[in-house]
């Protein structure tokens, strides 16, 4: 299990270092002005759709109804060609109404602004095409217990807008906005390319070309696990995507904030964002596969013990990764982002939001580990409805906060629903088997070392300000 965890967290580490060597190359080369807000825009709902498909709400609903299965390649076959040709669909609606589009993720924008970002909107859709097609041959390999690949390929992505970005250095902002847009398409087309080899070297083309092949005698038997799926699907893909939407939600109630504010939103959320993938979604995609196996064949002595060794394992990393972030906010942005054209004030700006989303770390992180349990015994309703609560939650908090904190208080919104979501969590997981896991004498270790960690951290940042 933890050889999984650790392949995909160091694929997940190289792919964010590139993420952050992109973001600070955006910030010098583009800054935070309406043209990064425009990208960021256009780049917002694509890249909601990926983090949906490619970080677990996808497999957490396919891979169950996937198990149990009785023609796993026709049924693996019907949910890519229903899928697609629905994507298909929604990307070419984009395409002919990009406008409209475009308004609909960014109401607060004028019509000159809308009118720039449109055409921008429409280009970066295209991303949603390819990345649902990593995203299912990604699910096929995490039950084959291969993780490599996807947490890998990422760093494509972020290398194809790296160049684009060098390659735009000296052009307008316009053009580097464009630029970028073709960035993201190349990046996709790469992480395609390589999950389709390693597809073709794991025997699951071959196993798709079987499913295609017999789909039209054999399709009527799927009734039962198209109905299975149908009915898992839409409540996990809901339940795993509140952060998601949460932080989507930042951003359309930023179009009414002033210029910067959607940038800075993104750059904190960014830095938020990898503790989050590096070690809860990491861990939680490494071991869902397994745990839905051991459920599958009725091995619950196993799935829980497989489901404690990664809960201490994510509750020290979290606790010391989101003291570490609150504590040192000023550094981290002022090392990765203050030169160029983001300026000490940008830093500033930013920095107080990192503060406010580092808050919600360890609930959105111990929440994602604990609904494991959940999809694995298919309560994907159950899930729904928590994520609900917290994205109600989340609307309220933020409508309330906007107006006196302005970004701070969206992200502030965020981590509080981020509470909610592990309140109702962790009461549907069980009250008394999760007290039953903190009287553990691992309990004592991470308190001494939070402790610890916070003097050290206190130490350094007085430090670095004597340094500079």
């Known amino acids: 299990m933890f050889k999984s965890i650790f392949t995909n967290s160091i694929g997940t580490l190289f792919s964010r270092i590139l993420g952050f060597i992109r973001d600070l190359l955006t910030a010098s080369i583009l800054g935070a002005n309406i043209y990064s807000d425009i990208f960021f825009i256009?780049?917002?709902?694509?890249n909601l759709f990926r983090r949906i498909f490619a970080e677990g709400a996808f497999a957490q609903s396919f891979i169950p109804s996937f198990t149990l299965a009785k023609n796993k390649s026709i049924f693996a076959v019907h949910i890519f060609v229903l899928f697609f040709f629905i994507i298909f669909l929604l990307t070419m609606l984009v395409q002919l109404f990009p406008y409209a589009a475009a308004k609909s993720i960014a109401l607060g924008f004028d019509e000159k602004t809308l009118e720039l970002a449109a055409p921008f909107v429409s280009l970066n859709f295209y991303y949603l095409l390819l990345i649902f097609a990593v995203s299912f041959l990604s699910a096929l390999l995490q039950y084959k217990e291969h993780f490599a690949t996807t947490a890998f390929s990422t760093g494509l992505l972020n290398i194809s807008m790296i160049s684009a970005l060098l390659l735009s250095q000296d052009k307008s902002n316009e053009q580097i906005v464009y630029?970028?847009?073709?960035?993201?398409?190349?990046?996709?087309?790469?992480?395609?390319?390589?999950?389709?080899?390693?597809?073709?070297?794991?025997?699951?083309?071959?196993?798709?070309?079987?499913?295609?092949?017999?789909?039209?005698?054999?399709?009527?038997d799927l009734d039962k696990s198209k109905k299975r799926f149908r009915n898992s699907f839409l409540p996990a893909i809901w339940g795993n995507s509140t952060a998601q939407f949460a932080a989507f939600l930042d951003t359309w109630l930023a179009t009414f904030l002033v210029t910067g504010s959607i940038s800075y939103l993104y750059y904190a959320n960014r830095i938020f964002q990898l503790p989050l993938a590096l070690f809860a979604i990491a861990t939680s995609v490494a071991l869902f596969p397994r745990i839905s196996k051991y459920i599958r064949h009725k091995k619950f002595e196993e799935a829980d013990n497989a489901f404690f060794k990664a809960f201490w394992f994510l509750a020290s990393l979290l606790t010391l990764s989101m003291?570490?972030?609150?504590?040192?906010?000023?550094?981290?942005?002022?090392?990765?982002?203050?030169?160029?054209?983001?300026t000490a004030l940008?830093?500033?700006?930013?920095?107080?939001?990192?503060?406010?989303?580092?808050?919600?770390?360890?609930?959105?992180?111990?929440?994602?580990?604990?609904?494991?349990?959940?999809?694995?015994?298919?309560?994907?309703?159950?899930?729904?409805?928590?994520a609900t609560y917290s994205l109600a939650g989340n609307i309220v908090l933020s409508l309330s906060l906007i107006s006196p904190l302005g970004a701070m208080g969206l992200a502030l919104a965020s981590s509080i629903s981020g509470f909610i979501l592990f309140f109702y969590t962790l009461r549907a997981y069980g009250t008394q088997r999760f007290l039953a896991i903190l009287r553990h004498k691992n309990a004592l270790w991470l308190l001494l070392a939070s402790v610890s960690l916070i003097i050290i951290l206190i130490l350094l940042k007085e430090l670095i300000h004597d340094i500079i």
């Open 323 to 342: 003291i570490g972030g609150y504590i040192l906010s000023d550094e981290i942005i002022w090392l990765l982002f203050e030169r160029g054209a983001f």
């Open 179 to 220: 630029y970028l847009s073709i960035g993201v398409l190349v990046g996709g087309f790469l992480q395609f390319s390589t999950h389709l080899a390693m597809a073709k070297k794991k025997g699951i083309l071959k196993f798709l070309y079987g499913g295609f092949k017999h789909f039209n005698k054999k399709k009527k």
């Open 42 to 46: 256009a780049f917002k709902l694509p």
């Open 346 to 386: 940008d830093s500033q700006n930013t920095s107080i939001i990192l503060q406010m989303y580092m808050l919600g770390l360890f609930p959105f992180g111990i929440s994602k580990l604990l609904s494991l349990k959940l999809y694995a015994e298919h309560r994907q309703g159950e899930a729904a409805k928590i």
